[in-house]
């Protein structure tokens, strides 16, 4: 199985930045090239909603273009959110999420963010 770690999340006020980090592995330790890496979000009383996604190019949610960037690293396993100009209503627990061949799907734990006003 694959696990992701993510780290990078806490408390900001508004108008501050945070940058989140996941890193995906194989539980044995072997490392993946995955096509498709992002991260989803969960506020208290919404559904999960889609943030942003890297492959051969990048998509963002609406509410979050202009001030969120997301970016791999050079091994592929790898991707970054940097969030700027954060407001309260992005609060919640930010989920990385990697795919493997088109096929499977991966979600890490979640991370924390809370944004005070």
């Known amino acids: 199985q694959v696990q992701l770690v993510e780290s990078g999340g806490g408390l900001v006020q508004a108008g501050g930045s945070l940058r989140l980090s996941c890193a995906a592995s194989g539980t044995s330790g072997r490392i993946f090239n995955f096509g498709t890496m992002g991260w989803y979000r969960q506020a208290p009383g919404k559904e999960r909603e889609l943030v942003a996604t890297?492959?051969?190019?990048?998509n963002y949610a609406d509410s979050v273009k202009g001030r969120f960037t997301i970016s791999r690293g050079n091994t592929k396993n790898t991707v970054y959110l940097q969030m700027n100009d954060l407001e309260p209503e992005d609060t919640a627990v930010y989920y990385c999420y990697a795919q493997h061949l088109r096929k499977y799907d991966y979600w890490g734990q979640g991370t924390q963010v809370t944004v005070s006003s």
């Open positions: 890297i492959s051969g190019s990048t």
